[in-house]
């Protein structure tokens, strides 16, 4: 059977639903690892990524479903799910894409101020202390902090932010083209008539 036809359609549905389970269980294990090696010590940030890797994981699970059984109501839900996923996603990732540097910074100095684990952690893996400048009476958990010889994490991060902003950007499109992939898919894969069904069971 030439591709563009039921089997075809349906390998292509499955293969993409698999790849999006693999994506949500990275996410998740990934979370869970930096969490329990003490790379991120901030639950609300692991708990973030583990929720987005479990949505994921059930909208993977109910378009693998869905096409696996020839399923009209999960792939229409699943149609449904990805295309409110894909404006989100895409908005997000053109956003990131049309930052400056001035809105970088004013969004870095508001997560800075939100969290006191957060900075923790910067303060730890950038091996810097303070966002705009160092207050002595501020416990630093940066290793520096012992000679007083850090760099303010603002610094630090200025150095980064616009290459993992565009890389971030980046990847975002990448997936919400296939997740746009995902709906034409589900929605052609639903008007196809199942070549094993009877020739009469489908309208």
């Not at 994921?56 to 792939?75: E, R, S, T």
């Not at 932010?161 to 898919?185: D, P």
């Amino acid at each position: 059977m030439v591709c563009g036809g039921f089997t075809c359609t349906r390998n292509a549905l499955c293969a993409l639903n698999i790849l999006y389970a693999l994506v949500s269980l990275l996410l998740i294990g990934v979370a869970a690892g930096g969490k329990c090696v003490g790379l991120v010590s901030s639950i609300r940030v692991v708990a973030v990524v583990i929720c987005v890797g479990v949505f994921l994981f059930l909208v993977a699970l109910v378009g693998l479903c869905g096409a696996l059984k020839h399923h009209q109501v999960l792939l229409f839900f699943y149609m449904i799910v990805l295309f409110v996923v894909f404006v989100l996603q895409f908005s997000v990732s053109c956003a990131c894409l049309a930052l400056n540097k001035e809105q970088q910074n004013h969004l870095l100095e508001a997560g800075w101020n939100k969290s006191k684990s957060t900075q923790r952690d910067v303060e730890q893996t950038l091996n810097c202390c303070g966002f705009l400048s160092l207050n002595s009476s501020d416990a630093c958990a940066a290793s520096c902090a012992a000679t007083r010889s850090c760099e303010t994490c603002s610094s630090m991060i200025q150095r980064y932010a616009g290459e993992a902003l565009r890389f971030v950007g980046g990847v975002g499109l990448f997936f919400s083209f296939t997740e746009i992939l995902g709906v034409w898919l589900a929605r052609r894969y639903r008007n196809l008539k199942d070549p094993r069904s009877n020739p009469g069971a489908f309208l």
